[in-house]
């Protein structure tokens, strides 16, 4: 980022919580395709357009850095509006908010993973040959895949597809291949991917390019370099809860992240039932 495009933090609110004055209205305010990241230096609202071209969010940060906080609170709010989530969590504990919801699936162990990707391969496929007879997939419930710890889960499942393939079946896994096309022809399925990660990983740079939105906390200059190229040079990182910059197009926006507790997430989409 330049010089001339690095907005000032003093502006951004110090922490941007459900419970504070107006976060719950400006919430149930948005329509369904947009997801509320958090606010601006001039109190703008970052938005993820889950109609835009490439839908998909990438959320990058070091351990501490607020990832999981960042995803529960994207996750939240799809639900409330009736999507189901596919969650991906090799740590096993991340969401522990979600695991009894009635639209969540939540797979932990790598073999489930694996074939959880591979139905979902499965499920695009569906939801394609339905638009293929009805126009559109408008009338199917959004699904979000939100995929915890992705370097390390997409590297195990590397390994474990070494371990059960045979000599007819394709070198790649077919998981990640499912993740490949996932990322490729969602949105038109309305189907999303939320990844934490710094993607150093077996999906390719086209892979990566599918992300439009990517949400940096404390990273690296190289691995803002590799993530925002296009961006320029890497701001100063800051430890505030819930600081991160938004990523999109051209623009670097100096953001505070709206956090929800689990409970509030909870809450939040079992207001939808």
């Known amino acids: 980022m330049t010089q001339k495009n690095t907005a000032h933090t003093t502006n951004i609110p110090d922490l941007l919580n459900m419970s504070d004055p107006g976060v719950r209205e400006q919430l149930e305010a948005l329509p369904s395709s947009l997801v509320l990241i958090g606010l601006t230096t001039s109190g703008e609202p970052v938005c993820v357009d889950l109609d835009n071209e490439s839908p998909h969010v990438l959320v990058c940060s070091a351990t501490g850095g607020g990832t999981t906080t960042i995803l529960r609170t994207l996750t939240a709010q799809l639900l409330h509006h009736g999507a189901h989530a596919l969650i991906l969590d090799l740590k096993r504990v991340s969401h522990r908010w979600a695991k009894d919801l009635p639209t969540v699936t939540y797979r932990t162990d790598i073999a489930d993973i694996h074939d959880a990707l591979v139905g979902l391969r499965a499920e695009l496929q569906n939801r394609i040959n339905h638009i293929d007879q009805h126009g559109d997939a408008d009338d199917l419930p959004r699904l979000t895949v939100v995929f915890e710890v992705a370097d390390i889960t997409l590297r195990n499942l590397a390994r474990y597809w070494d371990t059960v393939w045979e000599k007819d079946d394709p070198k790649t896994s077919p998981a990640v291949t499912a993740l490949e ?41 190289r691995t803002w370099d590799r993530l925002a190229p296009q961006v320029g040079t890497a701001p100063e990182n800051s430890t505030h809860p819930g600081r991160a910059h938004v990523v999109q197009g051209l623009t670097a926006h100096p953001t505070q992240v709206v956090i929800m507790t689990d409970a509030e997430a909870a809450a939040w989409v079992a207001d939808s039932f």
């Open 181 to 221: 096309e996932l990322l490729f022809e969602g949105r038109q399925a309305r189907m999303y991917v939320f990844l934490a990660g710094h993607l150093n990983s077996p999906l390719g740079p086209e892979a990566r390019e599918q992300f439009s939105t990517v949400v940096l906390g404390r990273v690296t200059t």
